[in-house]
């Protein structure tokens, strides 16, 4: 079990790493009280968070989505930065919640299950001993694992698997759904997780990086051979630009995945993906919503891509310490991290429930645009938690 003394009035930190900490768990706390233990809605409306609709037989604040995760992953980074058990507490009866959403199939048919049990069930057996939150994991892990596709050896994105539309088809955000398969390994000893994992990766790294080290949004396999068809967009510009928050989830998710499989064409790959992420930032740091846009655009800009890339760059920085690279990735992360504490955190008192403005869903559906999104919010603390805490282990 972890019991952290409280980061934001140790006087012994440096005041950079301290930044921003206060604010945000004010925030957490502001927003447990008003919540309860139902679930804000994925972004906010006018920057304040409303109740998750209701669908799909789930109630108005219910347990549904690819996001609602975020929200007890943020209590649970709150007990470590403070050791305060209300943040504690709050976070372990998400658990019970999310282990009951697996055993009564509720909204399964995604992906995004790695997201979801990761944070909410994986961090609770990580740090709290949580036996029942582990057993929870461990069946959205083999829920994952019917997502796995042969001949074409990848994880289906979205959907029933019988959709023809989305058929062989996966997103370079699933690079962050494999830690949950690869921690089933680590937990059972059964290699098949391990392989999923790495033979999704390796046609991530192979067909979703281009040849300039953008990224596909999306790609597509041919499921009866096998064969590679077509990479294309969903939330991006265009086919071809490089959507700015699928981009951040290469550097992220690459790295993840190298440190849980070793193979070092992954550790490259991420490094292509933040090459290219750090090269076309505009001036402050924090990239419009497609990297297409440059200092010339009014388009509006992605605090969330921002935030997951910190905490990549993070993660090469732990990987490869004290090398050129290692150093040139800690100090991109600390530029990111401290333009989005300056500039797009919203300073106390603030009639904002997010922790971080200025987010983007999905601009060409009009969804969330120039708001908070629960995934920023996330990301965001956990890149100040890593800052804070050095030898913090990542819940991934």
């Known amino acids: 079990m972890t019991t952290t003394p ?93 282990e009951r959403r697996v055993r009564e199939g509720v909204d399964l048919d995604t992906h995004d299950l790695g997201f979801l049990y990761t944070l909410s069930c994986v961090s609770a057996w990580r740090l709290d001993g949580d036996e029942a939150a582990r057993d929870a994991a461990l069946l959205a892990a083999d829920h994952l694992m019917r997502r796995f596709l042969e001949p074409a050896g990848i994880i289906q994105a979205w959907g029933d698997l019988t959709d023809p539309r989305q058929a062989g088809r996966t997103i370079v955000d699933s690079l962050m759904n494999m830690p949950l398969l690869s921690w089933a390994t680590e937990q059972t000893g059964d290699d098949r997780y391990a392989d999923a994992v790495r033979r999704h990766t390796t046609q991530l790294r192979t067909h979703i990086i281009r040849d300039d080290d953008s990224t596909f949004h999306t790609f597509y396999w041919d499921v009866e051979t096998g064969e590679p068809v077509r990479g294309a967009t969903e939330q991006g510009a265009y086919d071809d630009s490089c959507w700015s928050r699928g981009q951040a989830w290469g550097i992220y998710g690459f790295a993840l995945n190298h440190r849980t499989t070793g193979d070092p064409t992954l550790l490259e790959a991420a490094w292509r993906c933040a090459d290219y992420f750090l090269a076309h930032l505009p001036s402050d740091n924090v990239p419009y919503w497609d990297l297409a846009y440059d200092d010339d655009s009014n388009a509006p800009r992605d605090s969330s891509a921002a935030a997951i890339a910190v905490c990549g760059l993070q993660e090469l920085a732990a990987l490869e310490p004290g090398t050129e690279r290692g150093t040139r990735a800690a100090e991109a992360a600390d530029r990111i991290l401290d333009s989005l504490v300056a500039g797009y955190a919203p300073e106390p008192p603030s009639s904002s429930d997010a922790l971080l403005l200025h987010g983007v869903y999905d601009l060409p559906k009009g969804n969330g645009v120039d708001e908070g999104t629960l995934w920023g919010d996330y990301f965001y603390l956990e890149a100040l938690t890593r800052r804070a805490l050095p030898e913090w282990r990542p819940y991934w």
């Not at 930190?13 to 009280?33: K, S």
């Not at 008003?34 to 604040?61: C, K, M, S």
């Open 6 to 98: 409280s980061v934001s009035s140790n006087a012994s930190q440096p005041a950079a790493q301290q930044a921003g900490i206060p604010g945000a768990l004010e925030t957490v706390r502001r927003n447990i009280t008003a919540f309860g233990d139902t679930y804000p809605d994925d972004t906010t409306t006018a920057d304040r968070y409303l109740p998750r609709p209701a669908g799909d037989g789930v109630a108005e604040g219910g347990n549904r989505g690819w996001t609602t995760c975020f929200w007890p992953g943020m209590q649970w980074l709150s007990w470590e930065l403070t050791g305060d058990a209300f943040y504690r507490d709050a976070a372990a009866r998400h658990a019970r919640d999310f």
